[in-house]
């Protein structure tokens, strides 16, 4: 294809060596077994065949320096109390195991050799950057890895992952798409390594399908403590032109993963003496619970514009989880309805859910669940996402169309957009928007 290439997923923004299996000992995985080491177990016996329980793996950071989702796997644990609560599904109750990866891939891979020691069925609605490290194992095990978070391109690659969003890619898209309209001047921060590259290849993509010029390209250390200069520089380029640029506001756009946060407490600083300027991003680096973080309606996201894998945490289609979290999980701190990593769980567990119930009264493994998504098994979502459909050799999905832009296993490529509005995320437009075709049209030159 001319003037294409495949697009390596940016959310994760720093470069990681890759880990060698053969590097793990037994010693180790009994390190990862212990709830010292961050692993826990909701109590049941192991299995994933006949009619007795079925055992799943959930793995998220915690703890750490650096991202931590641990409302992740205190969701799944939650969840199983919920679904055993209810007879389990289709007779069987349900096994979580969880796993604490420690932003590390070494743990990473240790997880992932944990779920195959424990003969789990599926590792369901999971967080890590370490694709290269805990892919392998599973694959070797023939182990689906199902609704992950979306932040490696394994996750949109292995023919053993079945994602439930889209990831970045669609975020930065989306975003480009939308901002293409709202936004005179655009000015994208991002990291200055080689995973930020592709970052403004992703966002321009929407800018020129909503014939908007490419955004301004501003660079910052991945590892800053602080962002004055690039703030300084990000408005002077949403600013500069502004006859040029019509009577638009100026946008920034920053993309720094982690250290948004950081960035935005520099940036409104160096704010005040530019008023129309507004900021956008996307929902990998902010969500309800960092705008709560930082302030709400007095904080530096109010007004932001921001795209969204799923409707908003107010939407009616989440009462059902909400209720979930009501009756088992009341006063646990760690699970919060507005974090996109809770509710990228309960949509995996959803999957994960229709998936064994497919199955009628068969035997449910990793091989029958895996066969179950892969025979073109349609999964409603109440709303939350598309219909979710993976592709096989005798059924099309939406992934087909964007295989050839590296994304073979991307079969949610929607996203929403959303708005900071008192210090509250709220829809800034009904529905759902399908970039695709956005996607396809992304040009590196």
């Not at 996750?155 to 990831?167: A, D, I, K, R």
Request: proline share 5%; hydrophobic share 35%; with cysteine.
């Amino acid at each position: 294809m001319t003037g294409r290439r495949r697009i390596r997923s940016p959310l994760l923004l720093r470069q990681h060596r890759p880990v060698r299996a053969t590097a793990l000992t037994a010693g180790a995985l009994a390190a990862c077994a212990s709830l010292v080491a961050g692993c826990g177990v909701v109590p049941g016996t192991a299995g994933g065949s006949g009619a007795g329980p079925i055992k799943v793996m959930t793995w998220a950071p915690s703890d750490t320096k650096a991202t931590n989702k641990p409302g992740m796997p205190a969701f799944a644990r939650a969840y199983a109390r919920w679904i055993n609560s209810r007879g389990g599904i289709n007779g069987h109750k349900l096994t979580v195991l969880t796993c604490n990866d420690h932003n590390d891939g070494v743990s990473a891979a240790k997880c992932a050799r944990r779920a195959v020691k424990e003969n789990v069925v599926a590792v369901v609605g999971s967080y890590s950057q370490y694709g290269d490290s805990f892919f392998p194992p599973l694959e070797g095990a023939g182990i689906p890895y199902i609704g992950g978070y979306g932040v490696t391109n394994d996750e949109f690659t292995s023919p053993l992952s079945y994602p439930v969003n889209g990831g970045q890619p669609t975020l930065l898209a989306g975003l480009g798409k939308e901002l293409a309209a709202a936004c005179g001047n655009v000015t994208l921060v991002r990291p200055d390594t080689i995973a930020g590259d592709e970052l403004p290849v992703l966002l321009d993509s929407g800018l020129t399908t909503g014939r908007h010029r490419a955004a301004s390209d501003v660079r910052a250390a991945d590892d800053a403590t602080e962002y004055s200069a690039q703030s300084t520089k990000a408005l002077d380029s949403s600013t500069s032109g502004s006859r040029a640029a019509g009577s638009k506001e100026g946008c920034v756009v920053p993309a720094l993963g982690d250290r948004t946060s950081t960035f935005m407490d520099s940036f409104r600083r160096a704010r005040e003496d530019y008023p129309t300027v507004r900021t956008a991003m996307a929902m990998g680096s902010v969500d309800q619970t960092v705008i709560d973080a930082s302030g709400g309606a007095s904080g530096p996201y109010e007004g932001s514009y921001i795209t969204g894998w799923y409707p908003v945490e107010s939407d009616a289609r989440w009462d059902t989880m909400k209720k979930v979290i009501n009756a088992v999980a009341f006063g646990d701190n760690r699970i919060d309805s507005a974090d996109a990593g809770v509710q990228t769980t309960w949509i995996a567990y959803t999957v994960f859910e229709k998936a064994v119930e497919s199955l009628g009264g068969g035997e449910v493994s990793a091989d029958s669940v895996r066969g179950a998504l892969n025979d073109g098994l349609k999964i409603s979502t109440g709303g939350l996402t598309p219909t979710l459909q993976w592709a096989t050799r005798d059924t099309w999905s939406s992934a087909d169309d964007l295989a050839s832009v590296g994304f073979p296993r991307m079969v949610n490529a929607h996203v929403t957009l959303q708005l900071v509005r008192q210090g509250q995320l709220v829809a800034a437009r009904t529905g759902f928007t399908d970039v695709t075709r956005t996607l396809q049209n992304a040009d590196v030159n």
